[in-house]
Structure formats: structure tokens, C-alpha cells
């Protein structure tokens, strides 16, 4: 790709996207990875959707992560080109690599919570709520933070189900999957995070629904 063909697709990404709903997606991008890196990955606990797919797949299929992840993200993503449009992709761009960008960062510093591996319940919930509130307002902005995303809000303009079940109906199907190598007891605690976290997306995204109707009347 020629520097000209860079910028031409730079300033096509930037079109549509103003200062505030790029700071918006950054601290999104910002308090999702924050939480996972702190939370999630000191206590173990797994995720749905295309996360928890790609460990079913190494686990079972011996598919390195770094091979079958791109995959799946490319594939979640093309079905919402199809149906969601190019004006998500666009914005998913900026999102997704922010969320990578953030992870990189995260990981220069030791971590800034306590432990919460003898507490799985606090960390549960606790780590849903982080990426809850982080994915929620990049969502919010119209993008998402990786195929999961991706995948659910496709779902959910397909079927027209709440954003929240779109999630959990991801989210549980492969957690179902993943009962074939992983103790019931953690993936119980796994349950517990990717509800907090669905139903803490799903009302951000209808609290911009709702001032979208307020301004309109």
C-alpha cells in the first residue's frame, strides 16, 4: 500500500468521527482492557464469544491462538459489513486498535487491583462490570472492541433481540462448549461475569437510545 493509499484510507476512517466519539471509544478501550488485564487474567476467568472460542480451539484442535483469533475476528466482522455497513467498520478500526493499543499498555505496569483469585465471586462481577461499562461506551459510539461485538450487535439487528441477549446467547453457547475441558466451578463464575458485563452493554447502548428519541421530539 502506497503513503497516498494510507492517507486516502486514514481520512476515510476519520469521516464521521469527531473528537469527543473518538475520546469516548479510547476510554472505553481504556477501562475494558484495564479490567481484564487486572481482573480477568490474574484470576482465571474465562470468556465467551470469540475469546472463549479461540481457547476451545487450541484446547481441542491444537490451533494456535494467534492463528485461529484473526480468523474468527475476520469472519464476525465480514457478517457485519454485511448487515451492519461500512460506517461500523470504519468506526470498529479506531476502536479495535485502541483496545490493542491499551492492552500493550496495561502490560508495561505490574497490577493495580489486589488479587482477587480467593474471592471469584467479587471477581466475577467486578471484572464484568469493567468490561461492561468499557465495551458499552465504545459500542455506544456505533464500533466494537473485536468480533464478539461484532457477532452479538449482528445478531441482534437480525433477530431484533436486546443487545443483552444477543450477548449472553454468544457468550453461553460457548461456555457450554467449553464445559468439555473446563470445571463446571469456573465456568460458573464465568456465567456470572458475561451477564454482569451483557446487561451493563446493553444499558449504555439503550441510554443513547433514549436521548437519540429525546432530541428528536
Not at 496495561?106 to 488479587?115: A, G, I, N, R
Not at 459500542?139 to 466494537?144: I, L
Request: charge should be positive.
Amino acid at each position: 500500500m502506497t503513503d497516498k493509499r494510507i492517507r486516502i484510507f486514514l481520512r476515510r476512517i476519520a469521516e464521521g468521527l469527531t473528537c469527543k466519539k473518538i475520546a469516548l471509544i479510547m476510554l472505553g478501550a481504556a477501562v475494558c482492557s484495564f479490567g481484564i488485564h487486572n481482573i480477568h487474567q490474574q484470576t482465571g476467568i474465562t470468556e465467551g464469544g470469540v475469546i472463549g472460542l479461540m481457547l476451545l480451539c487450541e484446547h481441542w484442535l491444537g490451533i494456535s491462538p494467534a492463528v485461529i483469533t484473526p480468523v474468527l475476528d475476520i469472519f464476525c466482522y465480514m457478517l457485519a459489513f454485511r448487515y451492519l455497513g461500512g460506517g461500523f467498520i470504519k468506526i470498529s478500526v479506531v476502536s479495535t486498535l485502541s483496545v490493542s493499543l491499551f492492552y500493550k499498555l496495561w502490560e508495561f505496569f505490574p497490577h493495580m487491583l489486589p488479587d482477587l483469585s480467593a474471592y471469584p465471586l467479587a471477581a466475577s462481577v467486578c471484572g464484568g462490570a469493567f468490561v461492561g461499562v468499557g465495551v458499552g461506551l465504545i459500542v455506544r459510539q456505533g464500533g466494537s472492541s473485536g468480533g464478539d461485538d461484532a457477532l452479538a450487535l449482528t445478531i441482534s439487528k437480525l433477530t431484533h433481540w436486546r443487545l443483552s441477549r444477543a450477548y449472553m446467547f454468544t457468550d453461553f453457547a460457548v461456555l457450554g462448549l467449553s464445559l468439555t475441558y473446563i470445571p463446571f466451578s469456573r465456568i460458573a463464575f464465568s456465567v456470572i461475569t458475561v451477564t454482569v458485563s451483557s446487561f451493563i452493554i446493553d444499558r449504555v447502548q439503550v441510554f443513547k437510545l433514549r436521548n437519540a428519541c429525546l432530541k428528536e421530539k
